[in-house]
C-alpha cells in the first residue's frame, strides 16, 4: 500500500501529478483541529444511496466523525451527474461546515460542457482533498471473441457499425473517454448513452449492446461472473481492485491513460486554515487502514492531497480535456 503514496495519478498533461503528494507530510494535530469548523459539517454527494460516490462519502464521513467529536453526516442530492450538489456547496457560507464529494463531472466536464452553469468550478469552490480514483475500462459482451485490445482494434475497425459504445450517463467522463478511444483507433465510434450503469450492464451482457465504457467498479462484478469481458484499464498502472487486468498502455495504447476520481471542495472564501485543517484530517483519515481496504473492494484507489495540490490536478484535467469535448461539439443547454 504504501507504494501508492507516491504513485503518479494517470494524467497526461499539466505538472499536478497528486499521486507524488505523500499523505504523511500532510499536517494534523493540535494546530489543525483548533482550525476545524465549529458544529456539525455536511458532505454533500450529488449521486444516490447505495453508489459507490454515496459509500466513499459515508466511510470518510464516519472517521472524520471518530477522529474530530464533529457531528459529520452525508446528505445526497442526486441529479444532473452530481451538479445539483456541486452547486449547493458552492452557494453555501464559506465557514468549513459544508463539503461537497465531487466528480469529474460535476466540476471539470459541468465546465465544459455546461452553456449555462450556475457555479464556476475554480471560482466557486476551494480543494480540500483528492479522495480516490478509479479508471475507465473498455468492456464487451462475452460473446464476441475478444480478449486484447488488438482483438478489439481489428473487430472495431472491420465493424464500425457495430462498435457503438454504452456509457452510464452522457456528457461524462466515460462518454468523452469512448470519443478519445474511437478516434485512437480510427474508428467512428458513436456514444450509447443509458440512465446509469445497471440498464447498460444488463443490455451489454445480453448482447443488445456490444461495447461498454465505464468506471473499473461498474464493471467489475460483472466481469468476474462471466457476463461481461473487460478488455483494458485506463491506469498507468493496474489498479489494485483488479491487478490481473492489463491497461491501455501496456496493451500498446499509451495515450488512452486518465483516470477518473472524487474530491472533496468546500465554498470559495471558507478560511484556509480551515481548509488546511479539513484537508489534513482528511489525509488522516485516508491512511486509515479498514478505509483504505473498502476504497479498493470498491473498484477504486485511496488517494489524499493538499488543497494546493488538487487546485493544480484540476487544472490539468481542464487542459486535458478541454480540446476532447471542444472537437466532439456537445453542449448541455
Known sequence: MQKL???RLATTSGPALLGTVALGVLPSGPRA???LPKGPVRILVGFSAGGSADVVGRLIAEKFRERTGLTTVVENKPGVSGVIATEAAARAAPDGNTMVLAAMASTIMAKLTFTKLPYDP???LAPVSLVSTFQLVLAVTPSLPIATMAQFATWAKANPDKASFGVPAVGGH???FGLMLGKTLGVDMQVVPYKGSAPMITDLSSG?????????SDFLASHKAGKVRIIATSGQERSLSAPDLPTFTESGFPTLAGDGWLALYAPANT??????ALSAEMGAVLKTPDVRERIVLLGMDPRGSTPAGLAEFDEGEL???QPIVAASGFKVE
Open 33 to 35: 483541529q483548533g482550525a
Open 208 to 216: 443488445q449492446l456490444h461495447v461498454g465504457v465505464s468506471a473499473l
Open 122 to 124: 475554480q471560482k466557486d
Open 5 to 7: 503514496l507516491t504513485r
Open 271 to 276: 478560511p484556509p486554515a480551515t481548509i488546511a
Open 319 to 321: 487542459k486535458r480535456w
Open 174 to 176: 466515460s462518454h468523452f
